[in-house]
């Protein structure tokens, strides 16, 4: 990488009609991630210099959504080159490599718009870059025209094509890659001579050549140029992405039984020797920590667990939830906003939310911290070693001491001391052969009918 500062326009004012959403396009989410963050997140380790996306009137979501980068406001859906010169105020004076990238492509690696930020600082000092492509059907795609040298000649698009042309199967992607000291000036002789009416970025490449300058292509992955302009396409994004996450996952370490189940975040951390079976979901923010163990159907969401731990099968983590090193959650367990701590058990059943579950205690089936009055939210605090019995109502605000037991079925709503048994129940009645007596008479009911 040189020392040559790199600006970015991220083109997102297209209305997405094709998604029939009310939600813009660029907002729609791959691996939990809305698309356009994706390319803000490849475009980090460049450190922009500026940042300029381009919105349409009104994306007040869009911009909340890209924030701190700087804004811009295409008022008229004039073509793509339009729309670069929307960002004519924040790229004025900018001299260094100017990167023109889409909002709706959500698969576009770091590696490769670093590739074309230092083509364009290599010897041949060009104009224009452009990113290229070889589809497998390069059917109504532009082609990228080039000589002998491999330096881009022209961009013809599909319906323009002679015979020859159409046999070439490197194609447009759309990213540029401009020389800042000369793009808005080329820029600003883009017309709007077609059927449309409108300003084509790709016209840039004959306007720089005009004027003598020297224009270059790299060659990206079909997968990662892929835009995604309906529902369709945002299924193929998602399932690439998962693709590439699986696959960090298993290279960093971790056992996933049946891989393609299993549906990860774009901020999923799994640690060494974590074994993930299959149908677990993965929701953003979470961390799991070496050797643990994710059991089948378990749900995780802003949740962090520790090493030994083990969540599941059909284990829930809400956020906020932390399991600590041999916690173990089992099945039918929600867990949120609370802390369950060394080695504690929530085997079965069970609701933990705003808590802490102090180490080595065991939590009975069926228990549940009542945390919620209509209006807030209170915190129960079970102590060390505690045992809670099956069928428990714990009403919080409220303190189990270390070691204290407390009886099946019981609903404790004061303190409950330090080794202290605790109980609820109603004094059990008996009356002697009630049952036989009972089971007479249902049976001749019965019969008579």
Request: aromatic fraction near 4%.
């Amino acid at each position: 990488m040189g020392d040559r500062p790199v600006a970015v326009v991220i083109l997102a004012a297209g209305m997405g009609t094709r998604m029939k959403s009310a939600l813009p396009k660029v907002l729609h989410p791959v691996a939990g991630l809305p698309m356009i963050n994706h390319i803000q997140k490849a475009l980090a380790p460049l450190n922009p210099a500026r940042t300029v996306v381009v919105t349409s009137p009104g994306q007040d979501n869009v911009r909340e959504a890209v924030a701190p980068a700087d804004t811009a406001v295409q008022t008229e859906a004039l073509g793509t080159g339009h729309a670069v010169l929307a960002a004519r105020e924040q790229l004025e004076g900018f001299e260094g490599t100017l990167l023109v990238l889409f909002g709706d492509t959500p698969l576009l690696q770091t590696e490769t718009i670093q590739a074309m930020a230092d083509i364009m600082e290599g010897p041949e000092d060009p104009a224009v870059a452009v990113l290229g492509f070889c589809p497998a059907d390069p059917t109504l795609y532009g082609r990228l025209v080039t000589d002998a040298d491999g330096r881009l000649e022209a961009i013809v698009e599909h319906r323009d094509c002679n015979e020859e042309q159409l046999k070439i199967g490197f194609c447009n992607a759309g990213i540029m890659g401009l020389d800042g000291r000369t793009a808005l000036q080329f820029l600003d002789r883009i017309g709007n001579d077609n059927s449309k009416g409108e300003y084509y970025l790709t016209d840039i490449v004959a306007i720089a050549r005009a004027a003598g300058r020297t224009c270059v292509t790299v060659e990206g992955d079909p997968e990662e140029v892929m835009g995604v302009d309906h529902r369709g396409k945002l299924a193929q994004a998602e399932a690439v992405a998962q693709r590439r996450l699986r696959d960090a996952a298993m290279a960093g370490g971790a056992t996933l039984v049946l891989p393609e189940t299993v549906y990860f975040s774009h901020d999923t951390e799994l640690g060494r020797d974590v074994t993930v079976e299959p149908n677990v979901v993965f929701g953003p923010g979470v961390k799991v920590h070496d050797n643990v163990r994710i059991r089948a159907f378990s749900h995780l969401e802003g949740a962090e667990v520790h090493p030994e731990a083990e969540i599941g099968p059909y284990g829930r983590l809400r956020p906020g939830a932390e399991v600590r090193a041999g916690g173990k959650i089992g099945n039918f367990v929600e867990v949120k906003k609370a802390v369950i701590e060394e080695g504690a058990k929530v085997n079965h059943l069970t609701y933990i939310g705003d808590a802490r579950v102090g180490a080595k205690a065991n939590i009975g089936a069926g228990t549940i911290t009542c945390n919620y009055d209509g209006f807030f939210k209170y915190h129960t605090d079970i102590g060390a070693g505690a045992f809670i019995g099956s069928n428990t109502a714990l009403v919080a605000p409220v303190k189990i001491g270390d070691g204290a037991i407390i009886g099946a079925g019981s609903t404790i709503a004061s303190d409950v001391p330090a080794d202290q048994l605790a109980l609820t129940r109603a004094d059990q009645a008996g009356k002697d052969g009630w049952a036989a007596r009972f089971r007479k008479v249902q049976s001749e009911k019965k019969a008579k009918k």
